[in-house]
Structure formats: C-alpha cells, structure tokens
C-alpha cells in the first residue's frame, strides 16, 4: 500500500475469532452482510481477496467442479457495491493451469 501512495492506517485487516486450527468454513456469499458491515465501518471503497480459495469455503474438488460457485463468488461481491480485487492461486506445489481447473471461473471474472 505504501508503495503506490496509499494511506496505510486506512487498511482494515478483519480477523476471525478463535485460533488457527479451527478456521471457520463459511463461504463469502454467506457472510456477505457481515463483510458488508465491516466495509460500511471502515468507509472502505476496496475490497482485496487472498485468496479465492480460502474465501469460499469449499474442498477444492468443489471448487473445481461446481460451475455455479464463480457465480456465486462474484455475486456476493457485486453486492457490497465497491470495487473488489481477488487472488485466485492454486495451492503451493500445485501444477501450471488455468485457475481451479474451470473454465467458470474464468467466465464468472470476464463479468467483473
């Protein structure tokens, strides 16, 4: 953020409650009016995704096999009403390739 000019003490890093090793397992679509109102507090105008993967909530062969999870994705974004940047990166020591596999997420983020 420092490095393009940016106002680092507006950045709003969310946490989940509890520790690591019991990661909550809702998808972004879901919780969408809780983000909404952290956005809403902070008067934030951007939104930033790391990563797609963890956002969902999902195993990553759902991930990869539901074609309606981009549009559901990009959904739950469209709704807060600012704009949005996502990572979409597969796992560490996972192969080259389009992203999860699926055409649909390429489609789903032509869209945005």
């Not at 940016?6 to 879901?30: F, H, K, Q, Y």
């Not at 507090?41 to 096999?65: F, P």
């Amino acid at each position: 953020m420092s490095g393009l000019g940016g106002d680092r003490s507006r950045v709003v890093i969310p946490r989940t409650a509890g520790p690591r090793s019991e990661p909550r397992r809702a998808s972004l679509w879901d919780i969408i009016p809780a983000i909404g109102a952290v956005v809403k507090a902070a008067g934030a105008d951007l939104l930033l995704v790391d990563s797609i993967l963890a956002a969902v909530g999902l195993g990553e062969d759902r991930l990869k096999a539901d074609p309606s999870v981009p549009f559901q994705y990009v959904a739950g974004l469209e709704e807060l009403g600012i704009r949005s940047l996502s990572f979409g990166h597969p796992p560490k020591g996972q192969p080259e390739g389009d992203p999860f596999g699926s055409f649909a997420w390429l489609a789903a983020m032509r869209l945005t």
